[in-house]
Every structure is written in C-alpha cells, then in structure tokens.
C-alpha cells in the first residue's frame, strides 16, 4: 500500500502562490507516475500535472501550462507542485496520486491511479 500525503493548501489571493507538497513511501516518486488532480464543488476530478521518470516526461493541463510546476524530490520522497499567478478557478481540492510505470491509461485519467491522498485545500479568491 502506498500512502501519500498533502500540504501546502490554503487561501490566497489572485495572483499569489502556493507550493504543494506530497509525501511519499520511499522510491515512490522515482519510480510511479505521480499526478496532481483538483475537485471543484460540482466538478469532476481533473487533472493538473503529472511526471513519468521512467521515460523524463512531464505534462499540464491546458489550465496549468505556464504557470504550474510539478517537480520533485527523491531524496526526500516528495512531490511538488509549485502554482504561481493563480486565478479563483483553481480553487479546489489538490489530490496527490500514484500509479504504476507499467499501467495503461492517459496521464489524466483519474481511474488509472491506484493510490490517492486525503487532498489539500486550495481557495483562491
């Protein structure tokens, strides 16, 4: 079982910033595909960004391009996903989520990750 777990949620203003933090099980991010998601009141779960090391890929949503960084820190086990210039419709639920390398399923697809977090809340106004 991998557990992971959120911070980094709050309220901020338009404009501002917020970096997310999700700790993993050791060699967890090294070696899964790890995503962000978001859940608005009322919306379905989208997601933000994901990295597959395995093949050096990162990629964003439409929403997130340009202003979203995932990274991360295998050292300590941690991803990050860094939101400058943020905007009130990026206000949600932050879910961080796992999957394996060798799983099928578009980076977004939420159903193709087998491990979630609790999420953090994001509340920009």
């Known amino acids: 079982h991998v557990q992971l777990v959120e911070s980094g949620g709050g309220s901020v203003q338009a404009g501002g910033s917020l970096r997310l933090s999700c700790a993993a099980p050791a060699y967890t991010v090294s070696r899964y595909i790890m995503a962000w998601f978001r859940q608005a009141p009322g919306k379905e779960r989208e997601g933000v960004a994901a990295?597959?090391?395995?093949?050096?890929?990162?990629s964003y949503a439409d929403a997130a391009k340009g202003r979203f960084t995932i990274s991360k820190d295998n050292a300590k086990n941690i991803l990050y996903l860094q939101m400058d210039s943020l905007k009130p419709e990026d206000t949600g639920m932050y879910y961080c989520?796992?999957?394996?390398?060798?799983?099928?399923?578009?980076?977004?697809?939420?159903?193709?990750?087998?491990?979630w977090g609790q999420g953090t809340q994001v509340t920009v106004s």
């Open positions: 989520a796992a999957r394996y390398s060798c799983s099928s399923g578009g980076w977004s697809a939420a159903g193709a990750y087998t491990y």
């Open positions: 990295r597959r090391d395995s093949i050096g890929s990162t």
